[in-house]
């Protein structure tokens, strides 16, 4: 069975961060004021069932590893407006997007500078780190979402118009991609972009689709075709799950349901990621 691997197929631009594993626990709470910047805005998801994997508006675009189509069905939770933002990560680490960078190799690139901008070249331990850090100085109860419920929220949850991009049919309207996210929109010199500058989708959350991978909290596994309720992936594995494509690809790499995975300790200059709330 051929299998999806996008971060791995795209070496140039994978590298490997050195960070310490922690386990998050999941609640629901209401948005976050941090002490010195903006609201981490969550939007609520009403639980429900849906059709995870490659279903019919996906047309011919599926990879193997999005099938088999399954039910899955979802407690409500919570996940954030926004990928997380170079400012949030600076507030919660005390660290910058330069010495993330530098952290793996000064003379990488940095693609795309501002506090608005997301934050990236961050691996799914680091991430947890982050999680770590934010649940302490806030008393909350943050985490990554899981496969499943991403993939529900980027689809609009029980208000989604089946769409074949997380807002629309057309990707340039919701998506900074290879196409649209370099020099005058073009596809010179592809780079990030601040966060919620394109269409949100049926639940009012931005850039499920490009600007930058995320990482969620899954181990990487094949579907079942059997029916499941709030799945969490495989308990075992190596790799770990990443969803919503980036501003590197094209729009065949950009779809709801499409799975990419790396390494836990990968990272890139494409991969971030954005928080959860909920059992």
Request: glycine content about 12%.
């Amino acid at each position: 069975m051929k299998k999806l691997t996008i971060v791995l197929s795209g070496a140039l631009f994978l590298y490997v961060c050195a960070a310490a594993q922690t386990s998050p626990p999941g609640a629901p709470q209401a948005n976050t004021k941090l002490e010195s910047g903006p609201v981490i805005e969550m939007v609520f998801v009403k639980g429900g069932t849906f059709i995870m994997g490659c279903t019919q508006e996906q047309g011919s675009d599926c990879e193997d590893n999005e099938n088999p189509a399954h039910p899955v069905t979802l407690n409500d939770f919570y996940i954030g407006r926004y990928e997380v933002t170079q400012k949030q990560w600076r507030e919660i680490m005390g660290t910058d997007i330069r010495r993330q960078r530098d952290s793996i190799n000064e003379q990488f690139p940095l693609y795309g500078l501002g506090d608005n901008y997301p934050m990236y070249y961050v691996s799914w331990y680091e991430a947890q780190d982050f999680i770590e850090k934010l649940n302490e100085k806030t008393g909350k109860n943050y985490r990554l979402p899981t496969e499943a419920e991403w993939e529900y929220a980027a689809r609009g949850g029980g208000q989604s118009r089946g769409y074949k991009y997380s807002g629309s049919n057309t990707l340039e309207e919701v998506a900074w991609y290879h196409e649209n996210s370099g020099e005058s929109g073009g596809k010179s010199n592809p780079v990030t972009h601040p966060v919620g500058t394109k269409k949100a989708n049926e639940l009012d959350i931005y850039d499920m689709n490009g600007n930058v991978w995320e990482w969620v909290s899954d181990m990487y596994g094949d579907y079942s075709r059997e029916p499941q309720n709030n799945p969490g992936g495989p308990g075992t594995g190596w790799l770990y799950v990443l969803r919503g494509g980036s501003w590197l690809y094209n729009a065949r790499l950009e779809r709801v349901s499409l799975r990419g995975s790396s390494a836990a300790n990968g990272c890139g200059g494409h991969i971030g990621f954005r928080l959860a709330l909920g059992k």
